[in-house]
């Protein structure tokens, strides 16, 4: 199968720092992807660099065939490349209808209609309506953002990068800070989507990555030290010494 | 009904058409009604991008002359009042659009920075091109002719012609602000990542609301020189400049469409007020918006606003706790 998003040579560097070094990665389609690594391996700025809010000093990125290396994070998202963030990243002011609306491509294409009364938009509020309920937020549509609470920010979260109508969805750390409930309803949601779309998430959470994903990418001090299905990756050597095996140490203590 | 016109609008749309015969009562007159309205006009206009875009333009005084220069000069050429009207608007907001194209890719510091540059070097032409402008003395010997027969040259009459456009302009910026393009520009004040990874030209958005904002800073500043009788640099000048910025803040621009009105009527009137009292009233003014700044940042509005919901205004658990 040909991968829907290939990664080829890319670097990154701040200053001297080098944060990512020669990646290249394949995420197939309608494939569960996950990249995991030790805290400051170069994951987010990866996904920077995917979503195009970062631009690489090397290398190519390549979307459905297309090259979009060079292409700016809102002209991505038009693509189908949708994002959340780690650091919950949501219009606050806004009510959870207004979040996902927002980001729902019948109001995008709308956008610079400066005369329809926007809740009027029945398209864009229907599709709104229906990634509300995927969320396990119904019930909760006119409650402004900053005043839900941690776990279900993070939902929401996660459905204004749904609502996008994503090719590929990239999820930055979705499980960060979730207790058991909302956690379930995040699971059974990705499980869910990954027969549809194509997913790539970062992830801390290994029972998650473990059980969920089709495919596993390790990054470790900005290169890519394993990729395969996740039982080679739970045996791979490098692999257990760079990330697992610390994890088995602090459980262990 | 309240797509056009929600309840406050038509309280305050009914407060100015009866104003011209309640103002003598109180001590006012006419024509400070009328200015009332021109600013008003201005400001909510301004407050596009001040308050719902998050964008602060210091140099938006040089817009609202512009649109004065632009009447002027046309009615000059061509006479009459509807053709020199908008001349003013269309001028202004090709001026606007131009300066837009280089602020609108910054944020922050830089933004206000750029915004005031423009503004004095606008401030700056009137007196390069004093041949067309008059220079210091204005441009002057505008005049409003009769509007389609009906004479204007009366106060009365210029209010309730100066009131029809404010009514137009309110209507109009409601609509623009419960329109896609108005939840667009708010989502950019909140999260302009957010709003990129949504999809949105962020500085396509920017620049499109700055030179719309230019469209009614022209409109307001066309009004004035009609009740002026004449075009003058002053309302560009560095110093005058922010008083459109203050006008929002006072009345409340960040938390509510009405704040910019009452912050006009708030300015306008304590001007007259503190000017009878003492030759220095630019001083009381000055302690006023310290005052304003410090005690109610969010403006009188903001204020109203917070005192009828004292906390949390929906049926939620406690506000989110961080990570």
Excluded at chain 1, 16 to 31: A, C, I, K, Q
Excluded at chain 2, 10 to 32: D, N, Q, R
Excluded at chain 2, 212 to 224: N, P, Q, S
Aim: glycine residues 12%; hydrophobic residues 50%.
């Amino acid at each position: 199968m040909s991968a829907i998003l290939e990664v080829r040579g890319l670097r990154k560097a701040f200053g001297g720092h080098v944060v990512l070094d020669d990646v290249s990665l394949g995420f197939e389609p309608r494939r569960l992807s996950a990249l995991i690594g030790p805290n400051g391996a170069g994951k987010t700025t990866c996904f920077n660099l995917l979503s195009g809010f970062l631009a690489p000093d090397a290398g190519e990125i390549r979307f459905e065939g297309r090259d979009v290396t060079r292409l700016p994070p809102d002209r991505r998202a038009r693509l189908g490349i949708c994002r959340s963030f780690q650091i919950l990243n949501l219009f606050d002011d806004y009510t959870v209808l207004e979040n996902v609306r927002l980001a729902v491509p019948a109001m995008r294409t709308r956008g610079f209609d400066c005369w329809t009364p926007a809740p009027s938009l029945a398209e864009a509020g229907d599709r709104a309506a229906a990634v509300i309920r995927l969320i396990g937020l119904a019930g909760r549509e006119h409650v402004e953002a900053r005043f839900l609470s941690y776990g279900q920010r993070r939902l929401l979260e996660i459905g204004v990068a749904l609502a996008g109508d994503p090719t590929l969805l990239l999820l930055d750390e979705p499980t960060s800070g979730l207790g058991s409930r909302p956690m379930e309803t995040l699971r059974d949601l990705v499980q869910r989507l990954s027969a549809s779309l194509t997913i790539v998430v970062i992830e801390h959470d290994m029972d998650f990555v473990l059980s969920l994903s089709h495919h596993i990418a390790v990054l470790h001090r900005g290169t890519v030290i394993a990729e395969g299905p996740p039982a080679a990756i739970r045996d791979h050597p490098e692999v257990r010494e760079a990330y697992l095996g610390r994890l088995a140490l602090a459980r262990a203590r | 009904m309240g797509r056009w016109t929600p309840p406050p609008m038509l309280v305050m749309f009914g407060v100015f058409l009866v104003l011209p015969a309640v103002l003598p009562w109180l001590g006012g007159y006419t024509y400070l009604g009328t200015e009332v309205m021109i600013w008003a006009i201005f400001a909510l206009g301004y407050n596009l991008l001040l308050g719902y875009t998050g964008l602060p333009a210091f140099g938006h005084g040089a817009f609202f002359g512009l649109g004065a220069y632009f009447l002027g000069l046309a009615q000059k050429a061509t006479g009459g009042l509807w053709l020199p009207l908008l001349a003013g608007v269309v001028g202004t907001v090709l001026c606007g659009a131009l300066v837009g194209l280089f602020v609108a890719r910054k944020r922050g510091i830089y933004f206000a920075l750029l915004t005031i540059a423009f503004g004095v070097m606008f401030w700056f032409l009137v007196f390069v091109f004093d041949g067309w402008t008059g220079g210091e003395d204005g441009l002057t010997g505008i005049d409003r002719r009769a509007f389609f027969g009906f004479p204007l040259r009366g106060n009365v009459a210029f209010y309730y012609f100066v009131y029809a456009l404010f009514l137009a302009a309110t209507v109009g910026l409601w609509r623009i602000v419960n329109s896609p393009f108005g939840h667009v520009i708010r989502a950019i004040k909140q999260s302009e990542t957010r709003a990129r990874a949504c999809g949105y030209d962020t500085v396509r958005y920017k620049w499109v609301v700055f030179t719309l904002t230019c469209a009614f800073a022209g409109l307001a500043g066309g009004l004035y020189a009609l009740a002026r009788f004449g075009a003058f640099p002053e309302p560009m000048s560095l110093s005058q400049s922010g008083n459109v910025v203050l006008m929002c803040l006072i009345g409340g621009g960040f938390a509510s469409f009405y704040g910019p009105v009452l912050g006009v009527v708030v300015f306008l009137v304590l001007r007259d007020v503190f000017s009878t009292l003492t030759d220095h009233w630019m001083l009381l003014y000055g302690l006023l918006f310290m005052g304003v700044i410090l005690f109610m940042p969010e403006g009188i509005l903001g204020l109203v606003k917070r005192a009828r919901r004292p906390t949390g205004f929906h049926d939620t658990q406690a506000a989110a706790t961080p990570p």
